[in-house]
């Protein structure tokens, strides 16, 4: 009776120690799976820190370009009037010297 408990209980531990080991090959597998992920994550959180510095030069860059146009659009509006202020007056200038 005590041979065959013996026994089974060497198997119960085998099939332990076989579950243990699995267990533990699965976690190291889990590991390298996690270790992974983290370094990809790290690539993408820079990936964003890349995009977001880019973002930001280009708009600061777009705000340049906007008061320029800004700028020159107002500058064409000062010289399209300045334009018909001479005009005008050119025109009352002319219109009194002809027949």
Excluded: W
């Excluded at 030069?57 to 777009?62: G, K, S």
């Excluded at 705000?63 to 009352?92: C, F, H, P, T, W």
């Amino acid at each position: 009776y005590c041979r065959k408990e013996f026994d089974e209980t060497e198997d119960s531990m085998k099939q332990a120690d076989e579950k243990i080991g699995q267990a533990a090959k699965s976690i190291k597998d889990q590991q390298g799976v996690t270790k992974t992920l983290e370094e990809e994550l790290h690539v993408i959180v820079q990936s964003i820190a890349i995009s977001d510095k880019m973002v930001g030069e280009a708009t600061v860059a777009r705000k340049g370009n906007n008061a320029a146009y800004v700028d020159l659009m107002n500058s064409n509006r000062a010289a399209l009037q300045i334009i018909e202020v001479a005009e005008k007056r050119l025109l009352k200038f002319y219109n009194k010297r002809l027949p």
